[in-house]
C-alpha cells in the first residue's frame, strides 16, 4: 500500500501483511511525526507513487493511544550527566574496535540489529553520540535509514548528536564528504584500529565548532 503523509507529503510503502485487515492502523511520519491513518486492507488506496523512502522508515501502532510500553524502551536509567551511544553496526570486528573506545570515554552503549530498532531507540532517547555504518541494515549506502532520519531532525535536536559514519568509500576526517552526508565524522574502515584518536579529536574539534554558540544559548 502506498502511503503520504498529509502533513509534508513524504511518501513510503508498506507491506500489506503488516496492516490489519478489519480496523484502521497509525503510524507516525518518519520526517515530521504526524500521524497517519491508513485504512483497512482493501479500502482504496491513495495514488501510487514511487516510495523514496524504505519502509523500516517508520513505525505504526494499532491502537490510536499512545499508551506506555516498557517493552519499548531500551533503557530507562541512566547515571545522572551520564552520555549516551547507539552503535549501528553488525560487522563483530569493527564492533571490537568500537566499543571499547566508547566505554573507556563513558558512554552507556545501545547496540541494535537494524533499521526499525535503531528509530525506536531514537524515538525514546536523544543520544550523545551515534555510530552508524553507512551499509547498516541496506544494501544501498544512499538510503541507510538511520542516516536519512538523522539528516532530517530538527536542527535543535540534531546539534547536540555527534554522528560517526563507518564507511569504506571515503577518507578519514573527510570533511566535505561528512558535511555531503550530513554527519560529524568520517571514519575509514581502514583506520578503525586508530578509532580512539580519531574520535577524540572529532569530539574535541565539535565541541569548539559549538562552544560559543551554546555559551550564547546559556
Given at each position: 500500500?502506498?502511503?503520504?503523509?498529509?502533513?509534508?507529503?513524504?511518501?513510503?510503502?508498506?507491506?500489506?501483511e503488516k496492516?490489519?485487515?478489519?480496523?484502521?492502523?497509525?503510524?507516525?511520519?518518519?520526517?515530521?511525526?504526524?500521524?497517519?491513518?491508513?485504512?483497512?486492507?482493501?479500502?482504496?488506496?491513495?495514488?501510487?507513487?514511487?516510495?523514496?523512502?524504505?519502509?523500516?522508515?517508520?513505525?505504526?501502532?494499532?491502537?490510536?493511544?499512545?499508551?506506555?510500553?516498557?517493552?519499548?524502551?531500551?533503557?530507562?536509567?541512566?547515571?545522572?550527566?551520564?552520555?549516551?551511544?547507539?552503535?549501528?553496526?553488525?560487522?563483530?570486528?569493527?564492533?571490537?574496535?568500537?566499543?571499547?573506545?566508547?566505554?573507556?570515554?563513558?558512554?552507556?552503549?545501545?547496540?541494535?540489529?537494524?533499521?526499525?530498532?535503531?528509530?525506536?531507540?531514537?524515538?525514546?532517547?536523544?543520544?550523545?553520540?551515534?555510530?552508524?555504518?553507512?551499509?547498516?541494515?541496506?544494501k544501498n549506502?544512499?538510503a541507510n535509514?538511520?542516516?536519512?532520519?538523522?539528516?532530517?531532525?530538527?536542527?535543535?535536536?540534531?546539534?547536540?548528536?555527534?554522528?560517526?559514519?563507518?564507511?569504506?568509500?571515503?577518507?578519514?576526517?573527510?570533511?566535505?564528504?561528512?558535511?555531503?552526508?550530513?554527519?560529524?565524522?568520517?571514519?575509514?574502515?581502514?583506520?578503525?584500529?586508530?578509532?580512539?584518536?580519531?574520535?577524540?579529536?572529532?569530539?574535541?574539534?565539535?565541541?569548539?565548532?559549538?562552544?560559543?554558540?551554546?555559551?550564547?544559548?546559556?
Amino acid at each position: 500500500m502506498e502511503i503520504i503523509c498529509e502533513s509534508c507529503q513524504s511518501k513510503f510503502r508498506i507491506a500489506d501483511e503488516k496492516l490489519p485487515k478489519d480496523k484502521t492502523a497509525f503510524l507516525k511520519c518518519p520526517k515530521c511525526s504526524h500521524r497517519i491513518s491508513v485504512p483497512p486492507v482493501g479500502s482504496p488506496p491513495p495514488p501510487a507513487s514511487e516510495p523514496d523512502i524504505e519502509e523500516d522508515f517508520f513505525s505504526f501502532d494499532e491502537d490510536e493511544d499512545d499508551s506506555y510500553d516498557a517493552t519499548e524502551k531500551p533503557f530507562d536509567f541512566v547515571e545522572e550527566e551520564g552520555k549516551t551511544a547507539l552503535l549501528c553496526e553488525l560487522d563483530p570486528a569493527i564492533k571490537k574496535a568500537l566499543v571499547p573506545v566508547l566505554e573507556v570515554l563513558e558512554y552507556h552503549i545501545t547496540e541494535v540489529k537494524n533499521s526499525r530498532e535503531a528509530l525506536k531507540s531514537m524515538r525514546y532517547h536523544s543520544y550523545d553520540l551515534i555510530a552508524v555504518n553507512e551499509f547498516f541494515d541496506t544494501k544501498n549506502p544512499d538510503a541507510n535509514g538511520v542516516l536519512i532520519y538523522l539528516e532530517r531532525l530538527n536542527m535543535v535536536v540534531r546539534r547536540n548528536i555527534f554522528v560517526v559514519m563507518v564507511t569504506n568509500r571515503f577518507r578519514t576526517m573527510d570533511h566535505m564528504a561528512a558535511f555531503q552526508k550530513s554527519v560529524n565524522m568520517i571514519i575509514n574502515v581502514d583506520n578503525i584500529i586508530d578509532f580512539d584518536k580519531i574520535l577524540r579529536r572529532g569530539l574535541a574539534d565539535f565541541g569548539l565548532f559549538y562552544q560559543t554558540y551554546k555559551d550564547c544559548l546559556e
